[in-house]
């Protein structure tokens, strides 16, 4: 009788398991507006073992800091280039579909935590050429400015989403926060990888990924643009901030890989198909496998962000 009982249960579980993995896999398929996405496999496996297991499924999106961009320069306050005002940024267009895919995913599969990443090292490894710009400023000073600038716009990005969306649990966090706690985890230094990376940036891409990102960023100076109060830099400094944004995505990449297991990211760059080869370029090449990308916000290869 016991053992009747107990694989009688034990198909009751595997039977609430393909129920759940079904109806998740429709759902991502539904929100997912790449109907031919390449990452379709990656996204199957990953809601397969979540509903097997119980493990949390990691919805994560990036986001960047708002900007003022008249402070890139500056030698006495560089940090004040990240604003501290939150509304504006580029998720904002897209919460009310970020929230409303969530709750819909919650609802299927509640063990699910959305994580807003604020890639907000941007100033630091690319604009700034890893401190090249700032001679009389001490990097540990620098840093420890950013850290705390940093920490201030995470703290206000995440009590503005929570004022609109304040039944919703979410986590917000800063990528600078999350390379420290990998580091004191494991003892891998992000920016000792960026460098060598870097460095042999243009092995890892084609000529013409690198092509079409100057394209987009010589034309992104000026009134109502990204940059609207600075003037734009000579070619050479502007090759050399792409290519520390493709080493800088794609070291995120493999990290997101590596250390937010059974995670779906939620693509709202632009280029979108650009953006998501940066991330997964390492995955590929050194991981031998992609990380799990879906379309909810549509296929932007238009756009710059």
Partial sequence: MHIYKGIQFQQYIYLGHKIN??????????????KSNSDDTEVQMVTRKVTRTGERLNLFCFTC?????????SQECPEQYVSLDPKGNNLDVDLPVLMDLYKKILDVYPNTLLTVMIGNTDP????????KIYPRIDKEDLMNRYKNRWEEYRTNLKD????????????????????TEIENAVGWNFESS???????????????????????????????????NIPKPDDKILHDWIKRKFAEYALQGMWIKLFYPNTILLQNEKPSS????????????????????????????????
């Avoid at 800091?65 to 320069?73: N, Q």
């Fill in 124 to 131: 630091y490894y690319i604009y700034s050429q890893q401190k």
């Fill in 21 to 34: 993995m079904k109806n998740l896999q429709k759902l991502i398929k539904e929100i997912d507006k790449n």
């Fill in 160 to 179: 503005y989403i929570a004022k609109q969306y304040h039944d919703i649990p979410f986590e917000v966090k800063s990528w600078y926060a999350f390379e």
């Fill in 65 to 73: 800091s708002t900007i003022d961009p008249k402070f890139l320069y």
């Fill in 194 to 228: 960026f460098t060598i990376i870097y460095k042999n940036i243009q092995s890892y891409f084609p000529t013409i990924a690198f092509e079409k990102e100057f394209e987009k960023l010589k034309n992104a100076f000026g009134a109502g643009k990204y940059f609207v």
């Fill in 274 to 305: 650009l953006r998501s080869m940066m991330y997964q370029v390492l995955n590929e090449k050194i991981l031998k496998s992609s990380l799990p990308i879906i379309y909810p916000f549509g296929v932007d290869n238009e756009g710059f962000q």
